[in-house]
C-alpha cells in the first residue's frame, strides 16, 4: 500500500471523501453529536452510533484571541466556538486579522482547511479552522 | 428536619493567600486546620472524620496533616474535584456527619500554586518523526492552540464571550470592571493575596493574557489553606453557649456535575449545573437569591463571574450585566458580590478556595468581619467550579442563639 501524501489532522477530519468536511458520531437512540471516539452516548447511555457529515458553514457563537499560551504554541490566534447547522464545533477562526475588529460575535464563517506541515515520510497533516464567510 | 440531622460549622479559619516560601503545604494545611479547632473549640480527639483536598501535591494530605497534628486512628478521606476540592472536602465530612456515622468531621484544602503560571496548557513537545494519529480524536499532534485553545483564560474567555452573544451588552470594559469591582474590594481583606485597587485603565491596559482577560482579570495564583469543623445539631447542643452563638447553620450543601447539553464537550458548559446547584440550594434553605446579604462565587476570571450572576439567579435570565451596571454586585449594593476580592484579588489556591469562601460567608453572618463586614448579613451563599466538572454551592445562616 502506498504511502498517503496527506493525513486529516484529527480523525474526524474527512478530506478524501468530496470537498473537506466534518464528521461526528451520532447516537441512533437520541441523535446526540460526538466528535471523540466514544463508549457510549452520554445523554441517553446507548451504545450504537452512526457517521454523519457537519455543515462546513456556520456562526462563531463564541472566541477569545489567545495572546499568552503554552510554551511552543503560536500566539496570537483566535480560538472559537462555531454552530455548524445545530451542531457546536471547537476550532481555530483563520485567514482573518486576531483582533476584535475582525473577529466578531455571530460572524458567519466557513471550514477551511490548510497544511501544518510534512512528516519525515513526506506526508502532508491536513488541519482545519473556519474562516470568514462572505 | 429533626436537630441532629442540621448541620453547623462550628469553627472555620483560612490562611493569608500569598506566597509562603518558607512554608511547604502540610505546614499551611496544619496552619488552617488548627486555627479551624481553635476557633471551634475543640481538639483532634473530638474529631470523627477527615477530608482533605491537595491537587498539586504528591498524594495522601490527609495522612501527611494527621502525621503534624495528631493521629487518632480515624477515617481521612482524600478527594479530588479540580477547584471544587475544598468544597467536596466539606461536603464529604457533612455527608459524614450528616449519615450518622461520626457527629463532627474536618475538612481542608491547601494548596502550594505561587509562581504555577498558565494552567490548563501543555508546554507543546516537538512533533513525532511520522505523523500518527493518537487518542480519542486520533490526533496527529497536540490540539492546544491548533483546534481551539486548553488554556483555563482563553476557556473562560469563550464562557464570558459566549453569554455576550446569547444576551448582548457584553464588552471588554463591562468585563474589565468586574474586575475592578473585586480589585476595589480586596483592599478590605488583609487575607488577600493583592490587596491594591486597580483603576478601569490599568486593568484594560495590563498584559492581554485572552482576550477579553488581561492579567489582572484572572485569579491569581498564590498559596493558602483553608479548614472547617462541622457538627450536627444535637452535638452542638452540648457545646457552650458562646461555641452555640458563634455556631454558622449550613443550610445548604450541595455538589452537582454537568447533565448532558449539546455543546458541552466542546466548550466545558459551567451554567447548568450551577444553576442546578443552585435551584437544589435554595430549595434546601428555604430562601431565594433576593434573601442573599451576600454571596461569594467562582470568578476564576472576571469574565466567569457575570455568567454566575445569572447562574446563581440574582438577576432574570439575561440581565447580567444590567445587574453589575446597576452596581448591585459591589459591596455597597443590594447583593454584594465577592466582597473578599474573589480569586481575582483575594488569591485561588485551587483546594482551598471551596472552603474559604465559605469562610468569608461565615465571618460575615457571624459580625465578625472588621472593615468589610456587610451590616446586618443574616444569610450568605458560596459557590465554587471545578473545570470537568463540578459545582458546589453552600447557603450559610446566621445562628439563631
Not at chain 1, 500500500?1 to 480523525?11: A, G, K, L, R, S
Not at chain 2, 451576600?294 to 457575570?306: I, K, M, N
Request: proline share 4%; glycine share 12%.
Amino acid at each position: 500500500m502506498p504511502t498517503p501524501t496527506q493525513i486529516p489532522f484529527v480523525d474526524y477530519l474527512v478530506l478524501d471523501d468530496g470537498d473537506p468536511h466534518l464528521v461526528a458520531h451520532e447516537c441512533t437512540s437520541c441523535g446526540a453529536r460526538f466528535f471523540d471516539r466514544r463508549n457510549a452516548c452520554a445523554s441517553c447511555f446507548a451504545d450504537d452510533f452512526k457517521t454523519v457529515p457537519i455543515a462546513t458553514e456556520g456562526e462563531l457563537r463564541s472566541f477569545t484571541i489567545v495572546a499568552f499560551a503554552a510554551p511552543g504554541v503560536d500566539v496570537p490566534f483566535v480560538a472559537g466556538v462555531v454552530d455548524c447547522d445545530g451542531t457546536t464545533v471547537r476550532g481555530n477562526v483563520v485567514n482573518c486579522p486576531p483582533d476584535p475588529e475582525h473577529v466578531t460575535l455571530g460572524m458567519k464563517v466557513r471550514l477551511t482547511t490548510f497544511s501544518t506541515g510534512t512528516d519525515e515520510r513526506g506526508v502532508d497533516a491536513v488541519n482545519f479552522g473556519f474562516e470568514p464567510a462572505g | 428536619m429533626s436537630a441532629s440531622d442540621d448541620i453547623w460549622i462550628l469553627g472555620i479559619s483560612m490562611t493569608k493567600f500569598g506566597k509562603h516560601l518558607d512554608k511547604d503545604v502540610v505546614d499551611l494545611g496544619a496552619e488552617a486546620i488548627k486555627g479551624a479547632l481553635a476557633d471551634a473549640g475543640v481538639s483532634m480527639r473530638d474529631v470523627g472524620v477527615l477530608a482533605a483536598g491537595n491537587l498539586m501535591g504528591r498524594g495522601g494530605i490527609g495522612q501527611q496533616l494527621q502525621k503534624q497534628i495528631g493521629q487518632t486512628g480515624i477515617p481521612v478521606y482524600n478527594v479530588a474535584n479540580a477547584c471544587a476540592t475544598g468544597a467536596t472536602a466539606l461536603r464529604t465530612a457533612i455527608m459524614a456527619v450528616k449519615a450518622g456515622e461520626v457527629d463532627m468531621g474536618l475538612a481542608v484544602g491547601v494548596e502550594k500554586l505561587a509562581g504555577a503560571g498558565l494552567l490548563g496548557g501543555h508546554d507543546r513537545a516537538p512533533d513525532d518523526a511520522e505523523w500518527k494519529p493518537r487518542g480519542r480524536f486520533g490526533a496527529v499532534g497536540p490540539v492546544d492552540g491548533r483546534i481551539g485553545t486548553e488554556t483555563m483564560p482563553g476557556v473562560f474567555a469563550q464562557i464570558g464571550m459566549e453569554y455576550g452573544h446569547k444576551y448582548g451588552g457584553t464588552s471588554f470594559e463591562l468585563f474589565a470592571k468586574i474586575s475592578e469591582k473585586n480589585h476595589s474590594h480586596s483592599t478590605l481583606n488583609p487575607l488577600a493575596a493583592y490587596s491594591k485597587a486597580m483603576s478601569l485603565e490599568q486593568i484594560m491596559g495590563d498584559v492581554m493574557i485572552a482576550y477579553p482577560n488581561t492579567r489582572p482579570m484572572c485569579s491569581a495564583n498564590c498559596d493558602g489553606a483553608a479548614a472547617a469543623v462541622v457538627v450536627n445539631g444535637a452535638k452542638l447542643k452540648t457545646l457552650s453557649l458562646e461555641q452555640q452563638r458563634r455556631a454558622v447553620k449550613v443550610t445548604a450543601s450541595v455538589l452537582t456535575t454537568d447533565p448532558w447539553q449539546e455543546a458541552c464537550q466542546v466548550l466545558p458548559d459551567v451554567n447548568t449545573l450551577t444553576r442546578n446547584a443552585a435551584r437544589q440550594a435554595y430549595e434546601q434553605a428555604g430562601v431565594g437569591p433576593k434573601d442573599l446579604d451576600l454571596v461569594e462565587l467562582h470568578d476564576c476570571f472576571a469574565t466567569a463571574e457575570l455568567v454566575h450572576y445569572d447562574n446563581l439567579m440574582l438577576c432574570e435570565e439575561g440581565g447580567a450585566v444590567d445587574f453589575f451596571e446597576s452596581g448591585a454586585s459591589w459591596r455597597t449594593g443590594s447583593t454584594p458580590v465577592n466582597v473578599s476580592g474573589g480569586l481575582q484579588s483575594k488569591g485561588h489556591p485551587i483546594s482551598a478556595t471551596g472552603i474559604a469562601n465559605i469562610w468569608e460567608v461565615a465571618q460575615h453572618v457571624r459580625g465578625e468581619c472588621g472593615d468589610r463586614q456587610i451590616e446586618g448579613a443574616k444569610i450568605g451563599l458560596a459557590h465554587v467550579i471545578g473545570l470537568g466538572s463540578a459545582c458546589g454551592v453552600h447557603i450559610l445562616e446566621k445562628s439563631a442563639a
